[in-house]
């Protein structure tokens, strides 16, 4: 007996840390799929407990990857993750692209409504209307192919929703689960009309992944020992349409305790100080905290490349050979000529198709540093040029290399005129850091997203974060101004 | 303030140099030998190519023809302007950096062994000119056009070369200043530096009463030690005129 238990013991020190199942999602919003009902990292969802339940069975350990939901599927072909499960659709287009799993939800389009405003009951009938929807959706394409709709796309569940509330929008169309969970609620919507469309969820596997055979068996599994009935009705999402994809009796099991827990979140009325109070939480403020932590990170790392690297252009440029200069000066013009975002987006999901990949931070820092240098070589030769040609010759003439030349006569007077110039160029960087959210980093732009969804308030939050990024600039301009009064030797003249 | 490297100080010798800017020949093939310790003065009309022959002189400038040497040997670029220090007719300083940092950036970029000695030194060629040390933390904009023009004269000779070209060294000071100046030649002269002072003005080339060049066009007219006393060539004899007038 004392023998099997220490062999016990034994087997389970010994027994190695599962291997990791990652999956990616966009967890901002994001409701009932995989969000986060506090400020915390924590995460609830159906999808969430059908990745734990696929997981065990498969006997490793989940681990959720934050990702924008535009670039989940290229995410799942660069390898960032193992699979991607966020309310994708199967499509002709995708299945291109990504291997699927066998369906684990099935559901329609819902048309939602503003109180007192047109009904239209179907798709025919919005015609002439403006309809809201988000990108890459099936909701958007029956839109699209629609005569006399005005389809309206929208990044963010909430924005839609609240743009119908308001009336700037006149219906929204979007997946049943979606719409039962963010307009169900709101007294101000309603939901109308006949399911449009039909839509199956599946699980988004790289082409040819070993993952797809023990997946698909996880998820029969499920459907069979009833675990999957069971998720589902735990969040109000089973009914006949689930029972007919899996041949299975349509009343729920169990309590809706997912869709209960959540109703009771949102319809608590706040009132303003209440929202404040909110705001001034250790968990808002701790995530406010990271966030801006990491915009300052991603700025001053990325500002310290774009120096380095504009100046090593800017010097090419003015005192290189020819050809050289010649290839900083196309560089300067291609970099200066093409969006950031798609920069980004390129260094991020591009490259790995080439097999080059990084982390998202170095992506961004990449990103953003090799789009400032642009601006900063731009602004250095201006400033080399401006520097009078007597002070070359003057340094030359006195014996020193042109290197030693530029590096302690042109360089440091250039700089002196760049300075303002530079000041400017950092404080836009601080906001332009704001496009790597794009990119998975919750910097304090991506911050702001996920604590405006969950507290459906977009107004006094984005007060908070302006005032933020306000903050995060002003020590930087007053060190450019103290240092701008040293290189001006002021202390000599008084 | 001796500092004696007789025995180092080579002679420079340039040998039918010519120079054009485009198509404008500015230096027609001048040849001139400066000994040790020698002492040239270059008179000439404006743009006949003085302060271009001083340039070249430098290595600043490259040649189009002819050749420079020190000590009968051929030098780069580099060696010539380490060796051979121009005092600039616009100055040139560097406004980013005081009084004492334009004298000592050439010094502690170049020699290994910068030592106090060298800023002791810096400190006695600037006193020299009459420079005073409440200026040496100064910037050259907080410096009058005179006192700029004499840190400048200080700063070409503060890193010790063979031999120095004044470009038009006194155009901003007045004669008890140019006196300090001529003083300071001597003394370089003492240390057996080869110099050229380049000048229109007659008073202080007078004082330096020394072998004098006359540059005509980019070609040397006459060269003579009692030039501006006894001129002989008649192209010289109407430029005197026209200095005195
Ligand atoms: N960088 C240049 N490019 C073209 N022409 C030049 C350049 N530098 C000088 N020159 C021309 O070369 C000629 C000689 O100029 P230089 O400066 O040597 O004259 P200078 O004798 O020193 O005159 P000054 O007494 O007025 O200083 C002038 O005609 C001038 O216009
Ligand atoms: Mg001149």
Redesign the pocket.
């Known amino acids: 007996m004392r023998y099997a238990l220490l062999l016990l013991m034994v087997s389970l020190a010994a027994r190695e840390p599962l291997p990791e199942l990652t999956w990616g999602a966009a967890t901002d919003g994001n409701v009932p799929y995989a969000f986060h009902p506090d400020n915390t990292d924590a995460l609830v969802g159906f999808e969430k407990d059908i990745v734990d339940a696929i997981a065990r069975r498969l006997g490793r350990q989940p681990k959720a990857v934050r990702n924008d939901w535009d670039g989940l599927v290229p995410g799942v072909q660069a390898g960032k993750y193992d699979i991607a499960i966020n309310g994708i659709e199967i499509s002709d287009d995708r299945a291109k692209e990504v291997d699927f799993s066998i369906p684990y939800f099935k559901c329609y389009e819902q048309i939602v409504v503003r109180r007192g405003g047109p009904r239209p009951e179907s798709l025919a009938a919005m015609s002439g209307l403006r309809v809201g929807t988000l990108g890459q959706t099936l909701a958007l394409e029956l839109l699209e192919n629609t005569p006399g709709v005005e389809a309206v796309r929208y990044d963010q569940e909430l924005q839609a929703y609240n743009d119908l509330a308001t009336g700037r929008i006149d219906a929204v169309l979007l997946d049943v689960p979606i719409a039962k969970y963010y307009a169900g609620p709101d007294p101000r919507l309603e939901l109308i009309g006949e399911p449009i469309g039909e839509i199956r969820y599946a699980i988004a596997l790289r082409k040819g992944s070993a993952l797809k055979a023990p997946i698909d068996a996880a998820l029969r599994g499920m459907i069979a020992d009833g675990e999957l009935r069971r998720i589902l009705s735990k969040w109000d999402l089973w009914g006949p349409a689930q029972a007919s994809l899996y041949g299975q009796p349509p009343e729920p099991l169990g309590t809706p305790d997912g869709y209960l827990d959540y109703v009771s979140r949102v319809r608590d009325s706040v009132s303003w100080t209440e929202k404040l109070a909110r705001y001034f939480s250790p968990e808002a403020l701790s995530l406010l905290a990271k966030g801006a932590g990491l915009t300052l990170a991603l700025s001053l790392s990325a500002m310290l490349l774009a120096v380095a690297l504009g100046l090593i252009l800017a010097l090419a440029r003015v005192y290189g050979p020819t050809p050289l200069s010649w290839l900083a000066a196309t560089w300067i013009e291609v970099i200066r000529g093409t969006p950031l975002l798609i920069q980004t987006l390129f260094l991020y999901y591009g490259l790995p198709n080439i097999g080059i990949q990084f982390p998202p931070f170095v992506a961004g820092v990449l990103a953003l540093g090799i789009n400032y240098a642009a601006y900063e070589a731009e602004n250095y030769r201006s400033g080399l040029r401006g520097v009078p040609r007597g002070q070359l010759e003057a340094a030359l003439a006195l014996g020193l290399t042109q290197r030693q030349a530029l590096r302690h006569v042109i360089v440091p007077q250039a700089l002196r005129v760049c300075l303002p110039t530079m000041t400017n160029d950092f404080i836009s960087l601080l906001k332009d850091s704001s496009l790597v959210s794009m990119i998975t980093l919750l910097e304090l732009t991506g911050s702001y997203q996920r604590l405006a969804t969950q507290y459906y308030d977009y107004f006094l939050l984005g007060l908070l974060v302006a005032l933020i990024y306000l903050l995060l600039g002003l020590p930087f301009v007053r060190l450019a101004r103290q240092l701008e009064r040293n290189l001006d030797g002021d202390k000599a003249a008084r | 303030m001796s500092y004696p490297q007789i025995d180092a100080v080579p002679d420079l010798r340039a040998e039918l140099i010519s120079k054009a800017?485009?198509s404008?020949q500015?230096l027609k093939g001048i040849s001139l030998h400066l000994r040790p310790a020698e002492l040239v003065c270059m008179i000439?009309s404006?743009?006949?190519?003085?302060?271009?022959l001083l340039r070249c002189l430098n290595g600043l400038e490259p040649v189009d023809g002819g050749s420079i040497t020190l000590d009968g040997a051929p030098v780069s670029p580099l060696d010539l302007r380490r060796r051979v220090g121009l005092v600039f007719?616009g100055f040139h300083l560097f406004p980013h950096l005081d009084v004492m940092g334009n004298l000592l950036l050439a010094p502690g970029l170049l020699r290994p062994e910068f030592t106090k000695e060298d800023t002791d030194y810096a400190e006695q060629l600037l006193a020299r000119v009459g420079v005073s040390p409440e200026l040496f933390n100064r910037r050259p904009h907080q410096l009058s056009g005179g006192q700029q023009q004499r840190v400048a004269i200080a700063r070409a000779l503060a890193l010790r070369p063979d031999a120095v070209l004044y470009d038009e060294p006194t155009s901003a000071l007045d004669p008890e200043r140019t006196a300090d100046v001529v003083a300071l030649i001597r003394d370089r002269q003492q240390e057996g530096l080869a110099q050229i002072v380049v000048t229109h003005d007659m008073p202080f080339a007078r004082a330096l009463a020394c072998r004098t060049i006359h540059l005509d066009h980019g070609e040397v007219v006459a060269d003579a030690a009692d030039l501006l006393t006894a001129p002989r060539d008649e192209r010289t004899q109407r430029f005197l005129r026209a200095c005195l007038a």
Request: hydrophobic share 15%.
């Open positions: 800017y485009g404008i500015v000439g404006s743009g006949c190519g003085k302060s271009t007719q």
